[in-house]
Nanobody, 121 residues
Framework: QVQLVESGGGLVQAGGSLRLSCEAS????????MGWFRQAPGREREFVAT????????YYGDSLKGRFTISRDNARNMVYLQINNLEPEDTARYFC??????????????WGPGTQVTVSS
């Protein structure tokens, strides 16, 4: 069982940056790939990024490359999502998830409650 808690969301102006954090409770944190997804009101959940257990490899949603950076610290059971040059279209609830190295939400068994990011124009 893995419990995940996200933090770092908030209200930010377009062009600003945020660093989202996700803390995992499990001692086996490094057994899981970690992913970030987001969901805006009225829209489907969207894949943002994933990172392997070791942290050596990662990949991003096609429309998100360049502004998003995922990283992890296995010693601290943490995964991060750095978002630069925020756009109003980035407004969504952001979720971290633990599971397989994948862009499919169904491959992640554990999810946090999410953190809200709101970008004003």
């Amino acid at each position: 069982q893995v419990q995940l808690v996200e933090s770092g969301g908030g209200l930010v102006q377009a062009g600003g940056s945020l660093r989202l954090s996700c803390e995992a409770s499990s001692r086996t944190f490094d057994s899981y790939a970690m992913g970030w997804f987001r969901q805006a009101p009225g829209r489907e959940r969207e894949f943002v990024a994933t990172i392997r257990r070791s942290g050596r490899d990662s990949y991003y949603g096609d429309s998100l490359k360049g502004r998003f950076t995922i990283s992890r610290d296995n010693a601290r059971n943490m995964v991060y999502l750095q978002i630069n040059n925020l756009e109003p279209e980035d407004t969504a609830r952001y979720f971290c998830a633990a599971g397989r190295y994948s862009d499919e939400s169904g491959d992640y068994a554990y999810w946090g409650p999410g953190t809200q990011v709101t970008v004003s124009s």
